[in-house]
């Protein structure tokens, strides 16, 4: 089975891909927010080294957020779009639960908190249980560091923090005194292929946004009556 996985959720536009022998590739094609012009040429060259067309493929596995407005919508429009023309299955994941997947692969334990920088000095947040495996502790939402901070030091509890949000804020959340951090700016796309790997596809694939676009949130504030 020919698996390939899209990561667009922040500012790295990243593809991973297993081949049917289960030999893994994976490729940070771009990190500078380039989505729309590195991912489909990424995928693209991905194939071509594993010498196979996008026909081959069986399974593609797209990250829906949360996470950049405009990345969301490049990766998912981009992965329904190969799905429907390769007539491959469609799997979804999300950014905090693939960046939790890959903590614990590199051997985090007890208490994570996923942050993907949902900018405005905000953050996309996810509370994990790492032991024998990866459980849910929260839903995602959106927060802000000090929020995140007085949550954390209130309970007493050791905590990790991982992702480019921790990264961006960490100074911020270093106020939390049991806190330590497994730095992880990229949902990493092998893990979100491994992932999707493990699932059944299953309805319609939308982007997970949580909120509303920069632009519009702009838009209204211009807007809004004095």
Same mark, same amino acid.
């Given at each position: 089975?020919?698996i390939l996985?899209?990561? @667009?959720? !922040?500012?790295?536009?990243a593809?991973?891909?297993? !081949?049917s022998d289960?030999?893994e ?5 771009d990190d500078?927010? #380039? #989505? @729309?012009?590195?991912?489909? $040429?990424?995928?693209?060259?991905l194939?071509l080294?594993? *010498?196979?067309a996008?026909? +081959?493929?069986?399974?593609i596995v ?6 950049l407005f405009?990345g %969301? ?12 023309g390769?007539?491959?299955?469609l799997?979804?994941?999300t950014?905090l639960?693939v960046?939790a997947a890959?903590?614990f692969?590199?051997?985090?334990r007890? !208490?994570l908190?996923?942050?993907v920088d ?5 953050l ?5 249980? %790492?032991?024998?495996?990866?459980? #849910? /502790?929260? +839903?995602a @939402?959106?927060?802000?560091?000090e929020? /995140?901070?007085? @949550?954390?030091e209130a309970? *007493?509890?050791?905590?990790t923090?991982?992702?480019d *949000?921790a &990264?961006?804020y960490?100074?911020?959340l ?9 730095e992880?700016r990229v ?8 992932? *999707?790997?493990?699932?059944?596809p299953?309805?319609d694939?939308?982007?997970l946004?949580?909120?509303?676009? &920069?632009?519009?949130?702009n838009?209204?504030t211009?807007e809004? $009556?004095?």
């Open positions: 089975m020919n996985a899209i990561e @667009t959720a !922040t500012p790295a536009c593809v991973a891909l297993r !081949t289960g030999v590739r994976a490729v940070v094609v500078e927010r #380039h #989505h @729309t012009e590195a991912l489909t $040429p990424g995928i693209e060259r194939l080294d594993a *010498g196979l996008a026909r +081959d493929l069986d399974v797209v990250d829906r957020g949360p996470g405009t %969301l919508r490049v990766g998912v429009a981009t992965a329904v779009g190969l799905a429907l390769a007539g491959a299955q799997v979804a994941v950014s639960e960046l890959g903590a692969s590199a051997g985090v007890g !208490t908190v996923c942050a949902a900018r405005r000095g905000e996309f947040v996810q509370g994990f249980e %790492l032991a024998a495996g990866v459980r #849910h /502790l929260s +839903d @939402t959106v927060t802000v560091p929020a /995140l901070v007085a @949550t954390w309970s *007493g509890l050791a905590v923090f991982s992702g *949000g &990264d961006r960490e100074a911020a270093r106020e939390v005194r049991s806190a330590s951090f497994y992880q949902p990493s796309p092998i893990e979100a292929l491994r992932l *999707g790997a493990t699932r059944e299953g309805g694939v939308v982007p946004y949580l909120r509303e676009a &920069d632009a519009v949130a838009f209204s211009r809004r $009556p004095t």
